[in-house]
């Protein structure tokens, strides 16, 4: 070979692995950028139906506290009428009410007794 055809060889190798050096490795990911805005869509929708969840949550767990609250102060009244109307009918006794009558300076006229059925 001539000296020409060998230096142009060499300047060919030279060439050759400088562009190899060069070469820019592209890698390739295994998620195109479509299935990323998906992939994160989905997640967000993941996020706010757990978020929507939990809220919920909390307002029925409230409305249950509150209805068990008003339960609780309804059989309290409840108690304290029962003992009210155990109170009335022991004060609307007619040995008591005789005896009210008695010290209030009343006496009892059976002539002027009338008597109410039912």
């Given at each position: 070979m001539s000296n020409l055809a060998r230096k142009y060889q060499e300047q060919q190798q030279v060439t050759e692995t400088v562009q190899e050096k060069l070469k820019v490795k592209v890698k390739k990911s295994w998620l195109t950028p479509g299935e990323k805005v998906l992939g994160i869509a989905f997640a967000g929708m993941v996020c706010f139906g757990a978020v929507h969840?939990?809220?919920?949550?909390?307002?029925?767990?409230?409305?249950?506290?509150?209805?068990?609250?008003?339960?609780?102060?309804?059989?309290?009244?409840?108690?304290?009428n029962n003992d009210l109307k155990v109170q009335v009918s022991e004060l609307s006794t007619y040995e008591r009410i005789y005896e009210k009558a008695k010290e209030m300076g009343l006496v009892l006229n059976e002539n002027n007794v009338k008597v109410v059925q039912k």
């Open positions: 969840m939990i809220s919920n949550q909390s307002q029925i767990w409230q409305v249950n506290k509150s209805i068990q609250e008003t339960t609780n102060s309804i059989e309290k009244q409840k108690k304290v």
